[in-house]
């Protein structure tokens, strides 16, 4: 059984910069991609970025350019470097990770506000 566990949301200015952290905690899961979704007040939740243990990455086109994805050499947490927050940012960020099926973190709160 896996559990993703998510750290690092809070309050910042906008231009500011936040990093996003998930841990996979349990055992006996095979993690092949690990990624974050968000989900603003009234909207869908959507992609934000993914990384495959392969290494390849994948941006929403809105993030591109300011948010960076990353696995630590473990495997087992993800990072996500967002850089030059916009207020349309504001969201709650979920950590996903596939282990065959996808695993949900709790969500962290993102607020980008002046």
């Known amino acids: 059984q896996v559990q993703p566990v998510e750290s690092g949301g809070g309050l910042v200015q906008p231009g500011g910069s936040l990093r996003l952290s998930c841990a996979a905690s349990g055992s006996g899961f095979f993690i092949y991609a690990m990624g974050w979704y968000r989900q603003a007040p009234g909207k869908q939740r959507e992609l934000v970025a993914l990384i495959t243990r392969g290494g390849g990455t994948n941006y929403a086109n809105s993030v591109k350019g300011r948010f960076a994805i990353a696995g630590d050499s473990a495997w087992n947490t993800v990072y996500l470097q967002m850089s030059n927050l916009k207020a349309e940012d504001t969201a709650v960020y979920y950590c996903?990770?596939?282990?065959?099926?996808?695993?949900w973190g709790q969500g962290t709160q993102v607020t980008v506000s002046s």
């Open positions: 996903y990770v596939d282990v065959g099926h996808q695993a």
